[in-house]
């Protein structure tokens, strides 16, 4: 019995392993083609604006509530000290270095990461990808290598709008409870956020897009058995890519205080 | 030509003479525990229809999908049109790829794409032609090959199983293949859609002079497109010869195709 438990523990282990050398060869597999190939502006166009579109609404209303929310709830633990002052330093501060980021992350992680899975997954199972391939149309660099470089770029300008989103949600809030003006508080949000602040936001967003192109198309890529692999994939899509944007998030914490 | 076209003629011409194109031996693929070739071997010849008829599960699209690349052979060897598949270099693998035509069982179009995007997909990213007037020129004429022209604009989810087949056929004749695989054509076709698949077949080996390798468990399907039978059995060669020679074999493993 315990070499049985001891034999699946060593399995799960061998494909754990397996796992993740399998992703560095995508990987490296990707930034292959992304020098060698011809480049895909178009496509890759296409799948930027795909990108933005799905995810603009959500990432608005969430970032704007998230602004709202977070006002309100630190507004009487400031005033409480008396330092009712300092909410547009707070505010700016957590939504530039973190909240900003990780609402984005993990929004585009749920809507992309499964929408990617869901549709390289379907086209593996219904043996379009093997048609491109056979048609030897580069369907990696055509379907995976645009879709990665679209997540990539366009994640950095989307934390940048909910940034915006959400600091206007909280001067909408400050301005109705402390009638502040608009110059006052986003002056005020102007002198505490730092360059550091979003350059580290700018250049964490950056890994979260390619975390979320390179596990939604990972899992589609190699997806199988039907239509089960294609809800498998979207799934891991999800999972996975939220997983990592809260290990970049712990990671880059580490990092950027180094520069602090 | 049209399908329902009564030019094409189905004649078995000799062999005798005739070169050889594409050469299978001893080829063998397993998948975990399950063998799914255990050596099998043959050849085609120029403008030759081989049809290889077995049950579902004995391999057979194993071996066109091994003849293609899309699946790493354990063993054996492959050549296709003077190409040593097993030692190919990618961009050898493309060259070979270029020269073959691959009608996939499920049609696998491209369903986000009109049928008039999924002909032209393979003219701009093999041929480079983005002429448009050039491109409407070649996606018509390849579909009045196969009789339709008029669902130009329609999207594959529109379409009838065998206008897909159709359309699938069409959209690998663009390029004018040496070798046509066709991967169980008449699969879940009704017996009219059918009949028409298989004098397609017969057309595209009278005007192009393609060789073809026709995957079938269908026994019309056989009787009407072959030159040559190969049976399989359990991932082997069972027997070979001409529609009538193996109907006549009375061998009890494929008496149940013609008894049927």
Aim: hydrophobic share 45%; aromatic share 8%; net charge neutral.
């Amino acid at each position: 019995m315990e070499s049985l438990k001891a034999y699946n523990v060593k399995a799960k282990f061998q494909k754990v392993v397996l796992g993740v050398a399998d992703i560095y060869r995508f990987v490296r597999k990707v930034f292959k083609q992304f020098f060698s190939a011809p480049l895909e502006i178009r496509e890759t166009a296409k799948q930027f604006y795909n990108v933005g579109n799905r995810s603009l609404f959500l990432v608005t209303f969430t970032a704007f509530l998230v602004g709202i929310v977070f006002t309100k709830q630190s507004r009487p633990s400031l005033s409480s000290f008396g330092a009712e002052s300092w909410l547009p330093s707070l505010v700016s501060q957590a939504v530039v270095r973190s909240l900003g980021p990780l609402i984005t992350g993990l929004i585009c992680a749920g809507k992309l990461g499964s929408n990617i899975g869901a549709e390289l997954g379907s086209m593996k199972v219904t043996e379009q990808i093997d048609a491109m391939e056979v048609s030897g149309t580069r369907p990696f660099s055509f379907l995976v290598v645009t879709r990665i470089t679209a997540t990539t770029l366009a994640l950095p300008l989307l934390v940048v709008y909910a940034d915006i989103m959400a600091l206007l949600g909280s001067f909408l809030t400050v301005a109705i409870l402390n009638n502040t003006g608009f110059m006052l508080y986003f002056n005020d949000v102007a002198n505490h956020v730092t360059y550091t602040d979003i350059f580290s936001s700018l250049i964490k967003s950056f890994f979260f897009g390619f975390a979320i192109g390179v596990v939604g198309s990972y899992a589609g890529y190699n997806a199988e058995n039907g239509t089960m692999g294609v809800g498998k994939a979207a799934n891991t899509g999800v999972v996975i890519s939220m997983l990592i944007i809260f290990i970049i998030d712990l990671l880059s914490v580490q990092v950027i205080g180094l520069f602090r | 030509m049209t399908p329902d076209s009564s030019s094409a003629k189905h004649s078995s011409p000799s062999l005798e003479g005739r070169k050889t194109v594409a050469s299978v031996r001893d080829l063998k693929k397993s998948f975990g525990d399950r063998k799914a070739l255990k050596g099998i071997s043959l050849d085609l010849h120029e403008s030759e229809n081989l049809v290889i008829l077995g049950r579902s599960g004995t391999g057979k699209s194993v071996l066109i999908k091994c003849m293609v690349g899309l699946i790493e052979p354990d063993d054996g060897a492959m050549n296709v049109l003077g190409f040593n598949v097993r030692t190919l270099t990618p961009e050898q693998l493309n060259e070979m790829r270029l020269q073959i035509g691959f009608s996939f069982q499920s049609s696998a179009l491209y369903d986000s794409m009109s049928v008039r995007e999924n002909l032209e997909f393979p003219l701009k990213r093999n041929l480079r032609i983005f002429d448009q007037q050039k491109l409407d020129g070649m996606v018509m004429d390849a579909l009045q090959e196969v009789g339709l022209k008029d669902s130009v604009d329609q999207y594959p989810a529109e379409l009838s199983g065998g206008m897909q087949k159709r359309i699938g056929v069409a959209r690998t004749l663009i390029l004018k293949p040496k070798i046509m695989l066709y991967d169980e054509p008449t699969a879940g076709l009704d017996p009219i859609t059918s009949a028409e698949i298989n004098k397609l077949i017969l057309q595209v080996r009278e005007k192009y002079g393609t060789s073809s390798i026709i995957i079938t468990h269908d026994i019309s399907c056989a009787r009407e497109t072959s030159d040559r039978i190969i049976a399989m059995v359990d991932g082997r060669n069972k027997a070979e010869g001409s529609f009538d020679e193996l109907k006549n074999l009375k061998d009890p493993d494929l008496e149940p195709f013609f008894n049927y």
